[in-house]
């Protein structure tokens, strides 16, 4: 496995669309092992094949929850519910953080590195991290869909996440 060089805002690969992944070999198994190493590397939450200059079907993901990390090959979106207003960063636009609209929860497919065909339901963060990933795949960045945030107002948005955390801890601990 191998840390793989970022591709950044600007570079015209973020702009293309990817091509379907039609064999799972073991050059597409150590480019996603590549992907997973580069993403945990970079402390991303997600990394889609474009970022690393690779036209191709596929992302990888760990929110950092203690779940492991999911490969997902050709994925789609096949359904989707509701809203939710995300901030977000990404490793390819460092050091800016936008407000986007997401779908709260919603169904995918995709297949794994085994070759098995999974559907899976996400909401809240993940459903997130999902549909960030997946924009990749047809070059599209957040940023094209946010609405940027100021260096003071993302502090806040810190802030008003601590105050939450430090609520819910307080209700544990009763």
Do not use: W
């Amino acid at each position: 496995m191998a840390i793989r060089e970022l591709r950044y805002e600007g570079d015209s690969v973020l702009r293309k669309i990817c091509k379907p992944i039609k064999a799972i070999d073991s050059k597409i198994v150590e480019l996603m092992q590549d992907m997973e190493e580069t993403m945990l590397e970079n402390e991303g939450v997600g990394l889609a094949a474009p970022q690393i200059g690779i036209l191709r079907r596929c992302v990888v993901i760990n929110p950092h929850d203690g779940s492991d990390t999911l490969f997902m090959i050709n994925p789609e979106i096949i359904d989707q519910d509701g809203e939710q207003d995300c901030v977000e960063g990404c490793l390819s636009v460092p050091n800016k953080r936008g407000l986007v609209q997401r779908p709260y929860s919603l169904t995918c497919r995709y297949y794994d590195l085994e070759g098995n065909h999974i559907e899976m339901d996400a909401e809240g963060f993940l459903a997130n991290i999902i549909c960030h990933e997946l924009d990749h795949l047809d070059g599209v960045l957040y940023i094209d869909k946010a609405r940027m945030l100021s260096d003071s107002e993302y502090a806040e948005y810190l802030r008003q996440m601590d105050e939450e955390y430090e609520d819910e801890d307080d209700g544990q601990q009763e």
